[in-house]
């Protein structure tokens, strides 16, 4: 791994470190593993499903008083379809069902991706959209960019028996009512790719929002992904 990949990193981890130390805001800690099943099909089709869940270990204030009883929060499925349209593009829609304290909330997506190979890491960018409709909130639409790095830790691509870095960045603008927030999320992972169909991550999810009415609310949550692929 050359001295760049690590600047990269590091750099990121920094501005994650700086984000944390001079804040004065609410705080959540817990897990969130989710588990991955991509089907390929013919004519260049994929459909993606995927089952999440958070669970809650601690919430309080920095610096004040910590609550630590164990709380289950949700449980996200989703599915979303999609078709490559290009040498490295990809778009996709679908639908997914959140069960959260007793209710049913429907979000329906739509995104758009490009992957780019270079010399020694692989980038994708992930453009979408979504909708999100209750019966106890009202609807909320929301626009979200994310950039990723995918950086094997030996060699040029990541083969099977092999380790890699994986660093989500993504910028959700959300809106609700009359009410817009920007939400900020940056996942460092660390993966390992079993065999050519199988592979499992693992790292911190973190994720700030709020912060344009100064009343931030960070989130961490220990990232455990499994990824299986079948079809074609």
């Known amino acids: 791994m050359n001295i760049k990949k690590l600047q990269f990193i590091f750099s990121i981890l920094f501005v994650l470190l700086v984000n944390v130390v001079f804040s004065q805001q609410t705080y959540q800690l817990g897990i969130l593993p989710s588990f991955n099943l991509n089907t390929k099909l013919k004519n260049d089709w994929s459909v993606n499903t995927k089952i999440e869940s958070r669970q809650l270990l601690q919430r309080g204030e920095w610096g004040g008083a910590a609550d630590k009883e164990y709380n289950y929060v949700l449980t996200d499925l989703s599915l979303i379809a999609g078709k490559k349209i290009g040498l490295n593009s990809r778009a996709g829609a679908g639908y997914l069902i959140r069960f959260e304290e007793g209710e049913r909330i429907h979000r329906f997506i739509q995104q758009f991706i490009i992957v780019q190979r270079k010399s020694g890491y692989r980038l994708a960018h992930r453009l979408l959209t979504d909708q999100t409709f209750s019966t106890i909130e009202s609807p909320q639409f929301r626009l979200r960019y994310r950039i990723t790095a995918e950086i094997p830790l030996n060699g040029e691509s990541v083969d099977p028996k092999e380790f890699y870095v994986k ?57 455990l992904n499994w990824f299986i692929e079948i079809g074609k």
């Open 167 to 223: 660093l989500n960045n993504e910028y959700l603008n959300s809106f609700q009512s009359a009410d817009y927030d920007l939400e900020l999320r940056l996942v460092p992972l660390l993966g390992y790719d079993i065999a050519a169909n199988n592979k499992l991550e693992m790292g911190l999810d973190y994720r700030v929002n709020s912060f344009l009415n100064q009343k931030a609310e960070h989130s961490f949550w220990v990232s």
